[in-house]
C-alpha cells in the first residue's frame, strides 16, 4: 500500500486523449491605407519641382530676349556681315588659319609622341630632356615663343650643317629661311608638343602592364606591341584631351595676327580698320571659329566611335 498521494506510474491504459483544438484565430483585417494596402489602392503622389520650373522660364525668356535683341538691334549690321562672310579675303584666311592648326597640330603631336617615349624611357637622361623640355613649353607664352622664333635671325645669322663644334659643309641664310609663316608653325609646333607629350603619355599609362608582360611572353615584338596593343587601347583616353588641344591651336591661331600673318583674326582687323564695321566683322570671326569648331568637334565623335569598339561603356 502506497504511503504517498501520488498516483501511481504504470502504462497507460487505454488511448491518449489528445488537447482540446481551439478554433482559428480571425485574420487581421487588411487595412486600406498604408503598408499593406494592395498596388491599385496606393495614392501615387509625383514629385513636384517647382523651382526647376522657375529656372526653366526664367532661362527661357532670357534666351528669347537674347534670340530678339540679335534680330531686332540695328547694331549688328546683319547685312555687313553678310556681304563679308564669304568674301574672297576672308576665306582665304580661313585657309589660312587651317593650315596652321594643321602643320602645328601634325609636327606638334609628331614631336609629342616622342617626348612621351622618351619621358617613360628607363634611360635618366632622356627622361631628364623630356621633362625639361615640356617644363619650358608649358612655361612660356605662347606669344612670347611665336616672337622669339619670328626674331631669330637676331641671334642667328646663319645655320650651319656639319660636324659638331667642328667645320660646317653648307650653312641657310637664318633670315631667309625663317620667315613670318615659318616661324608661326615652329612655334604653334613645338609649344603644342610639350601638352601633346602629356596627353600621349597619360594615355599609355592608362594601359595595363599585365597586357605588354602578355605580349612579351607570346614574343611578339616591342614595336608591334605598341602599334597593336598599346596604342588601339590609348587611344581611348588620349582623343578627348588631343581635341580639346586641336580646338584650343585651331582658336590659338588668331595670336600669330602679332607678327602680321593673315589669318582670320587678323584679316578681319584690317577689314573693320578700313571701314569701321567693328562689330559685324567680329561676328564673321566668330561665326567662322564656332563653323570649323562644331566640324572638328563631329570629326572626333566619328574617331573616337571608332576607338571605341569593344569598350563597356
Known sequence: MSLTSDPPVG?????????????????????????GAGPDELTVVPVRHPWRWVAIAATAVLLAQFLNGL?????????????????????KAVWITL???????????????????????ASVFLRTVAYGYIWAFRSIPLIVQLLF??????LYKELQFGIPFGPGFFAFDTMNLVGATSAAVLGLALHQAAYA??????????????????????GIPKFRQLRRIVLPQAMRSILPNAANEIISLFKGTSIV?????????????VVYG????????????????????????????????????????
Request: glycine share 8%; aromatic share 12%.
Open 197 to 218: 607629350a602629356e596627353i600621349v603619355r597619360g594615355g599609355v599609362l592608362a594601359v595595363g602592364s599585365g597586357q605588354l608582360e602578355a605580349a612579351a611572353a607570346l
Open 274 to 313: 578700313r571701314n569701321g564695321r567693328v562689330v559685324p566683322l567680329l561676328m564673321v570671326a566668330t561665326v567662322w571659329y564656332i563653323l570649323l569648331t562644331t566640324a572638328l568637334s563631329v570629326l572626333q565623335h566619328y574617331v573616337e566611335r571608332h576607338y571605341a569598339k569593344g569598350a563597356v561603356r
Open 257 to 269: 595676327s602679332v607678327m602680321a600673318i593673315g589669318e582670320l583674326f587678323y584679316q578681319v582687323q
Open 149 to 154: 622664333w619670328f626674331n631669330l635671325a637676331y
Open 11 to 35: 502504462p497507460s491504459i487505454g488511448p491518449p486523449i489528445d488537447p482540446p483544438v481551439e478554433p482559428p484565430a480571425d485574420p487581421p483585417a487588411v487595412k486600406e491605407t498604408g503598408s
Open 71 to 91: 534680330i531686332t538691334n540695328p547694331g549688328w549690321e546683319w547685312d555687313v556681315f553678310a556681304q563679308f562672310f564669304t568674301a574672297p579675303t576672308i576665306l
Open 99 to 121: 593650315q596652321l592648326t594643321f602643320y602645328g597640330t601634325a609636327i606638334g603631336f609628331a614631336l609629342g609622341i616622342v617626348l612621351a617615349f622618351m619621358r617613360l624611357s
